[in-house]
């Protein structure tokens, strides 16, 4: 069971926006900053997202990340096939004093 | 731009311990956390502990707390993660990434699998 709560899937057509939503409480998300990883089958996360809502250089505009309260977001615009990949939503816990990760959403281009 | 280089997979039998190494390079070892985080076969990723190099401090999530070690050796920028005990549950790949500010790198990975 993940601290950080996702949903297990997410699906939306080429072109299309689709969001990805990311759950916590005030010991993780509430009081720490949200970064968003992007998983192809067989490889090893890369940093999508970091620090809430920035990219880090070569990571396209079309990818936006957003936070509220204890909640976090993640948008894909003008979605394209190559989106097609499994989205991590991770901040640090004070109460457990761990880095806590989501479940994992496997997002299909249809 | 600084890149992570891990050890090969391994094959142990329960009861095991296997140590991953993770090499940094293209920039100063000192100046970030590594981090080991496992995915075990289609499940999510699961932070293991860290540690803080130029300080030699670590950190565990309660997990690992009995049968985890993360060390790093300064003078080669190698950090390594020892599991102890291993059971059949430790079968994942085990990923080092590095921390500088909000920013982190990632190793590709290593397949551990535990099987009798």
């Known amino acids: 069971q993940s601290v950080l709560t996702q949903p297990p899937s997410a699906s939306g057509t080429p072109g299309q926006r689709v969001t990805v939503s990311c759950s916590g409480s005030s010991s993780n998300i509430g009081s720490n900053t949200v970064n968003w990883y992007q998983q192809f089958p067989g490889t090893a996360p890369k940093l999508l997202i970091y620090s809430d809502n920035r990219r880090p250089s070569g990571v396209p505009d079309r990818f936006s990340g957003s936070k509220s309260g204890t909640s976090a977001s993640l948008a894909i615009s003008g979605l394209q096939s190559d989106d097609e990949a499994d989205y991590h939503c991770?901040?640090?816990?004070?109460?457990?004093?761990?880095?806590?990760f989501g479940g994992g959403t496997k997002l299909t281009v249809l | 731009q600084v890149q992570m280089v891990q050890s090969g997979a391994e094959v142990k039998k329960p009861g095991s311990s296997v140590k991953v190494s993770c090499k940094v390079s293209?920039?100063?070892?000192?100046?970030?956390?590594i981090n080991w985080v496992r995915q075990a076969p289609g499940q999510g990723l699961e932070w293991m502990g860290r540690i803080i190099p130029i300080l030699g401090v670590t950190n565990y999530a309660q997990t690992f707390q009995d049968r985890g070690t993360i060390t790093a050796d300064k003078s080669t920028g190698t950090a390594y993660m020892d599991l102890t005990s291993l059971r059949s549950e430790d079968t994942a790949v085990y990923y080092c990434a590095a921390f500088k500010g909000a920013l982190d790198y990632w190793g590709q990975g290593t397949l551990v699998t535990v099987s009798s």
């Open positions: 293209g920039d100063t070892f000192s100046s970030y956390t």
């Open positions: 991770a901040a640090w816990d004070d109460g457990l004093n761990v880095r806590v």
